[in-house]
């Protein structure tokens, strides 16, 4: 075998013993042998290329799949955050157990309660009720003012920042304004609640509490005036009228007069210009009108 071949075979560890034993023979021996033995100290463990290679293409193939992988479920990834982000959305919207309906300036609308209880709200007002424990609980919260024609069953609440409504099925309409509220009882009994005093109510009967101060009068129509488009007033402080106005006609007023003289009249909900006279004319107020906002003076 020629020394070249000797050498490679012996440089690659597979000489046979023939093989070996001609190695020895060669002038190089002892040269190779010397080689061999300091290389030894710094000589990395058996290194086979193929089956090293073998043994990480499972772990590069799989690092390739992975990175596949995650580009290919990227996509599903930023789906399914939609969809978490959906389910959290429809959760907080959807599955709220409080229903709360709300009217604008000029704006009036009719609820059907669960129970087929009705609730008319005035403009700029705001009814809330749970749906959820309506059968055990018929209560609803209220800001500004509403028309009701309860449904006969068990006791029905109507809760305000002045005080408590309370009935079992009857007719009445609910006033709950900044420093004024009013009940009127128009069939059956109105039970209101207010600073621990009860006060009950048969039908053409008021209770008014202004600036915390407690009246009682008494009506002698069926219904609130409101419904038919036009604002009734009987001995009413005329800021109230005032703001009546504004909620019905979305406009903006400012008085140079004494706002808490009382007020005894009407003005309709449909004719801007009218309603001004009607509120003036009594008062012997003049007005002037730019763009949104309207001047009284006496």
């Given amino acids: 075998m020629k020394k070249e071949e000797l050498i490679k075979k012996w440089l690659d560890n597979e000489l046979t013993l023939a093989e070996m034993q001609e190695f020895k023979q060669l002038e190089e021996y002892d040269s190779f042998m010397k080689l061999s033995d300091n290389a030894s100290f710094f000589k990395a463990p058996n290194f086979n290329s193929s089956e090293e290679y073998k043994k990480i293409l499972p ?29 959290v959305v429809y959760t907080a919207f959807f599955l709220n157990k409080e229903t709360t309906i709300n009217t604008l300036a000029s704006e009036k609308i009719v609820v059907i309660l669960p129970d087929n209880s009705i609730a008319q709200l005035n403009s700029l007002s705001e009814l ?3 749906k959820d424990v309506w059968n ?12 009701f024609k309860v449904a006969k069953g068990s006791q029905f609440d109507v809760q305000t920042s002045t005080g408590v409504v309370t009935v079992l099925g009857t007719q009445f ?3 709950n304004r900044l420093n004024y509220f009013e009940v009127v009882c128009y069939e059956g009994k109105v039970s209101v609640t207010h600073k621990n005093k009860n006060t009950i109510l048969t039908p ?6 202004l600036n915390g ?8 129509i069926d219904h609130p005036t409101w419904i038919d488009d036009y604002s009734s007033f009987n001995s009413v402080a005329f800021s109230e009228v005032i703001e009546e106005f504004e909620r019905q006609y979305n406009v903006n007023i400012e008085a140079d007069i004494d706002s808490e003289i009382l007020f005894t009249g009407t003005f309709t909900h449909t004719n801007k210009k009218l309603a001004l006279l009607a509120i003036t004319i009594p008062l012997n107020l003049k007005s002037t009108i730019e763009n949104n906002t309207i001047r009284l003076y006496e």
């Fill in 173 to 175: 309409n609910v006033k």
């Fill in 204 to 209: 053409g009967k008021t209770v008014r509490i």
């Fill in 213 to 220: 101060k407690m009246t009682e009068d008494g009506t002698v």
């Fill in 59 to 87: 772990i590069i193939d799989g690092k390739r799949t992975t990175k596949t992988l995650l580009n290919r479920i990227k996509p599903i990834l930023k789906l399914a955050a939609v969809f978490v982000m959906g389910i």
């Fill in 136 to 147: 055990k609980q018929r209560m609803v919260e209220l800001k500004g003012e509403a028309y």
């Fill in 128 to 130: 809330s009720y749970n």
